[in-house]
Every structure is written in structure tokens, then in C-alpha cells.
């Protein structure tokens, strides 16, 4: 896995999360942009008016539980998928 330490992300910078440790970063103003990869880990950093961006597999993901959280049948299945005891993955 990449590790940045240490550093400072701009206002309005993209930053490409997938696979990459953040410790002691800050980021203002900028934009975490993740895809669906590697989770990012974030330890010890400060977060300053920053905005999350997903892309490919995890924009996907996003929008399938947007379509089916709807109404009364959509409430039902987001709370039987993130139910407690419920695992995700293999």
C-alpha cells in the first residue's frame, strides 16, 4: 500500500484515494476521489471542508443503492443489507 505523510492537500485539488495510507495529511478544501479499490486508510489526519467523488466500480455501487433505497420497500432493503450480524465481502 502507498503512504503520503505528512503533507498538505490544496483547495480544489483531486486526490486519488484507492490504496493509499494518509497519515498526519491534511486536506482543505480538496476533493478525495475513490474508485472501488484498495481502501484508503486515514490516521491522524484533519479533514477541512473536503468533499468525497466516487468513480467506477464504487459510483456504481452508490448509484445501485440510490435506485433501490426508495420508499418503504427501498428503506427495507438498505436496512436488511447493513442489518446487524450482516457481513460484507468474502
Not at 483547495?11 to 476533493?31: N, Y
Not at 489526519?45 to 456504481?60: K, S
Not at 448509484?63 to 427501498?74: K, P, T
Amino acid at each position: 500500500m502507498e503512504e503520503v505523510r505528512d503533507r498538505t492537500f490544496g483547495k480544489g485539488e483531486l486526490v486519488k484515494t484507492d490504496g493509499v495510507a494518509f497519515r498526519g495529511c491534511r486536506f482543505e478544501e480538496s476533493q478525495l476521489v475513490y474508485g472501488g479499490g484498495p481502501h484508503p486508510e486515514f490516521v491522524d489526519c484533519t479533514f477541512v471542508n473536503t468533499g468525497w467523488y466516487f468513480e467506477d466500480a464504487a459510483l456504481r455501487t452508490i448509484q445501485l443503492l440510490q435506485m433501490n433505497g426508495n420508499g418503504e420497500e427501498g428503506r427495507a432493503f438498505i436496512e436488511d443489507l447493513f442489518g446487524p450480524g450482516r457481513y460484507i465481502g468474502a
